[in-house]
Nanobody
Framework: QVQLAESGGGLVQAGGSLTLSCIAS????????MGWFRQAPGKEREFVAGIDRSYANTDYADSVKGRFTISRGNAKNTVYLQMNSLKPEDTAVYYC?????????????????WGQGTQVTVSS
């Protein structure tokens, strides 16, 4: 079992930046492909960014390309989401997720473990 804990959310003005962190605990001796998802009120959970188990490949939703960056920390159990040029439409609860497979996936159903989420609110 793996437990994921997100942090770093908050309230920021449009154009500002935030960095979200995700720390994994438990069975972290194995590496996982990791993803960030978000869910706004009344909407489905959507893919934001992902990184594969090798750290070599990343992918982003079109809506965040060029503004968000996913990365892993030096420790195997951390992943970050750097968010720049934030827009009001980025407002959502952001979730960190891990999957047992090698490759990153955009479908949330492919992920085995989820954090509790952290709220990001962008004011106009």
């Amino acid at each position: 079992q793996v437990q994921l804990a997100e942090s770093g959310g908050g309230l920021v003005q449009a154009g500002g930046s935030l960095t979200l962190s995700c720390i994994a605990s438990g069975r972290t001796s194995s590496s996982y492909a990791m993803g960030w998802f978000r869910q706004a009120p009344g909407k489905e959970r959507e893919f934001v960014a992902g990184i594969d188990r090798s750290y070599a490949n990343t992918d982003y939703a079109d809506s965040v390309k060029g503004r968000f960056t996913i990365s892993r920390g030096n420790a195997k159990n951390t992943v970050y989401l750097q968010m720049n040029s934030l827009k009001p439409e980025d407002t959502a609860v952001y979730y960190c997720a891990a999957r047992n497979g090698f490759s990153l996936q955009k479908n949330p159903a492919e992920y085995n473990y989820w954090g509790q989420g952290t709220q990001v609110t962008v004011s106009s």
